[in-house]
């Protein structure tokens, strides 16, 4: 599912139109990047949180020339789904 798909979707479950789906969707979408660019974690019981993980600095071997390649130490935003989330998936 894409978010055009995903905005035509709730668009019919929740019966508003399609621009005030779409509204919502980049509403959740930029308070969740905003909080998790200001260290905050957003947690939704049921579904799941997003926060960032913190990678440490380490060194890397390219395979190709076997040369040894610092990679500096970075953040990457991680979804950790909830334990309702993954018993639907899982049946």
Known sequence: MNKTELIA??????????????????????????????????????????????????????PRTGEELAVPASKAPVFKPGKALKEAVKN
């Open 9 to 62: 979707a709730l668009a019919d479950r929740t019966g508003v139109q399609k621009r005030d789906a779409e509204k919502s969707i980049n509403a959740f979408v930029d308070i969740v990047t905003e909080s998790l660019v200001n260290g905050d974690k957003v947690q939704l019981v049921g579904f799941g949180s997003f926060e960032i993980k913190e990678r440490a600095a380490r060194t890397a071997r390219n």
